[in-house]
T-cell receptor
Framework: AQKVTQAQTEISVVEKEDVTLDCVYETRDTTYYLFWYKQPPSGELVFLIR??????QNEISGRYSWNFQKSTSSFNFTITASQVVDSAVYFC??????????????FGSGTQLTVLP | SAVISQKPSRDICQRGTSLTIQCQVD?????MFWYRQQPGQSLTLIAT?????????ESGFVIDKFPISRPNLTFSTLTVSNMSPEDSSIYLC???????????FGSGTRLTVV
C-alpha cells in the first residue's frame, strides 16, 4: 500500500521568512511519481510540481524549490521569502504507474500554511 | 494539460435528496477520478471511472450511494444519493495527466446538506 505523511498540520510564518513543508512517502513500486498541490481558500487544487522516481535532481521555480531524496523517501518543499498569497493548504501526493494506465493519487493530510503580514 | 469544467460549484441540499455533479473535459481522457474532501481533511478517492465499463469503487464507497456515469471520453457525472449532513464535503473530479503534467482537477463542488 502507498502512504504519504505530512507531519506538519499547521505552520505559521511571518512574511519574507523561508518555510519548508515536509513530505515522507511509502511505496513498494520502483516507478512512481510525486506531486505537490496548493489549495487556496477558494478550494481549487493548483498543480505545483511533478517528479518521477528516476529524477532526483532538485528543482527551483522562482521562490519555490523541491528537495527529493530517495534515500529518506522524502520530497520536501521550500518557499523562500514567503508572501501572504502563499497562505493555503499544501498537499503532497503519490502515484505509481506499474506500466499500466494512470492510477489515482494518494494524498497526504496536508499542511496549512499561514503567512502573516 | 486538460481543462475541466465542473458544475455546480456549490449547492445546499435537503437531506434525503440527491445531487448530480458534472465534469466536462476539453480533451479525451481514459481515466477519470472522483474524490471527496471532508471539511478540514485530505482528499479521498471515491471511484475511478473508465469509459465503457463500470466504475471501480474504493473501500467504504458503494455504487448505490455514489452512482457514476461515463458516457464518453470527455464527460462524467457523480451522483450523491439520499444525502445526509455527513455528505457535506467538497467533491472533485480529476483526470490523468498529459506527459510531464500533474493530474488536473475540476474546481470542486462544495456541498452542504441541511
Amino acid at each position: 500500500a502507498q502512504k504519504v505523511t505530512q507531519a506538519q498540520t499547521e505552520i505559521s510564518v511571518v512574511e519574507k521568512e523561508d518555510v519548508t513543508l515536509d513530505c515522507v512517502y511509502e511505496t513498494r513500486d520502483t516507478t512512481y511519481y510525486l506531486f505537490w498541490y496548493k489549495q487556496p481558500p477558494s478550494g481549487e487544487l493548483v498543480f505545483l510540481i511533478r517528479r518521477n522516481s528516476f529524477d532526483e535532481q532538485n528543482e527551483i521555480s522562482g521562490r519555490y524549490s523541491w528537495n527529493f531524496q530517495k534515500s529518506t523517501s522524502s520530497f520536501n518543499f521550500t518557499i523562500t521569502a514567503s508572501q501572504v498569497v502563499d497562505s493555503a493548504v499544501y498537499f503532497c501526493a503519490l502515484t505509481s504507474s506499474r506500466g499500466g494506465p494512470a492510477r489515482q493519487l494518494t494524498f497526504g493530510s496536508g499542511t496549512q500554511l499561514t503567512v502573516l503580514p | 494539460s486538460a481543462v475541466i469544467s465542473q458544475k455546480p460549484s456549490r449547492d445546499i441540499c435537503q437531506r434525503g435528496t440527491s445531487l448530480t455533479i458534472q465534469c466536462q473535459v476539453d480533451s479525451q481522457v481514459t481515466m477519470m477520478f472522483w474524490y471527496r474532501q471532508q471539511p478540514g481533511q485530505s482528499l479521498t478517492l471515491i471511484a475511478t471511472a473508465n469509459q465503457g465499463s463500470e466504475a471501480t469503487y474504493e473501500s467504504g464507497f458503494v455504487i448505490d450511494k455514489f452512482p457514476i456515469s461515463r458516457p464518453n471520453l470527455t464527460f462524467s457525472t457523480l451522483t450523491v444519493s439520499n444525502m445526509s449532513p455527513e455528505d457535506s464535503s467538497i467533491y472533485l473530479c480529476s483526470v490523468s495527466p498529459g506527459q510531464g503534467y500533474g493530474y488536473t482537477f475540476g474546481s470542486g463542488t462544495r456541498l452542504t446538506v441541511v
